[in-house]
Every structure is written in C-alpha cells, then in structure tokens.
C-alpha cells in the first residue's frame, strides 16, 4: 500500500473475496501466508491505522511497515500505531534501517513479530555492532 496515494474513503474499498471465497484461497492451499507492506518511513499515522485495519478485514497474515529504501523504514511510531491497531488480529514486521542490537530489541519487545534486516545487518546485529550505511541512529 502507498500510503501517500491514498487521498479518500474511496480508496480503501476494498474486495477481499470473490465469488468463488477469499482473493487469495488459491494461495492458501500452498500454505503460503500474506503480507502487505507499508511504505511508512514518512508515517501520516492515521492512514497506517486504516491501513491496518483493511488488511485485517482483507485476511492478510502480516503486515510490514517497509522495504527499507525510502527514507528512513520502520519508525517507532508507526511500529507502535500498528501494533495498537491490530490488537493481535495481524502480524507485525517492523523493517527497514534497523541497523543496531537495541533496535532490533526495541521491536522485539514491542511486540513486533518478525524483524526485516538483511544478512550483513543480522550478522552486525547478532554481535552488538551498528551495521555499515545506517541512515538514523535510533
């Protein structure tokens, strides 16, 4: 979801079925989970809640707050207005520029299910270390 392209109630029409059961039964049958990823490093906290409540009524499995290459990623605050939106009804994934051990425990211990960081920065991650090309040091 872009969240800066979503401008009006309009836009978060959703059909999350079919005639035939959920848009995505076909996937289902793989045992393959749905994630719809956020672009959330410029957070306008009021989409990401309407945008996490669509993806629940939509039947995702997660839902991440970014791929990690505009800006910033993840934000504690977007993190946070996600989780407290979903209530346990979706997965959280917090990703995108986290680069340091207490980042990463941050989310953790926010509750946030999964942590998108990529094989160099788990590595520096697992050591304490502040992987290379961190953007924000949070």
Do not use: H
Request: glycine share 8%; aromatic share 6%.
């Amino acid at each position: 979801l872009r969240l800066r392209r979503i401008r009006d109630a309009q836009a978060w029409r959703i059909e999350p079925r079919t005639s035939r059961g959920p848009l995505w039964k076909p996937w289902r049958a793989y045992a393959l989970q749905i994630k719809v990823v956020f672009e959330t490093s410029k957070p306008d906290l009021a989409r990401v809640r309407k945008a996490t409540e669509v993806s629940i009524q939509a039947g995702a499995d997660y839902i991440k707050t970014s791929i990690g290459f505009n800006d910033a990623g993840a934000t504690v605050e977007a993190v946070q207005s996600m989780l407290e939106t979903a209530k346990g009804r979706i997965k959280v994934k917090a990703s995108g520029e986290i680069r340091t051990c207490e980042t990463a425990k941050l989310y953790v211990d926010m509750n946030a299910v999964r942590l998108g960081v990529g094989y160099a920065v788990c590595n520096a991650i697992c050591k304490g270390e502040t992987a290379a090309g961190s953007v924000v040091d949070r």
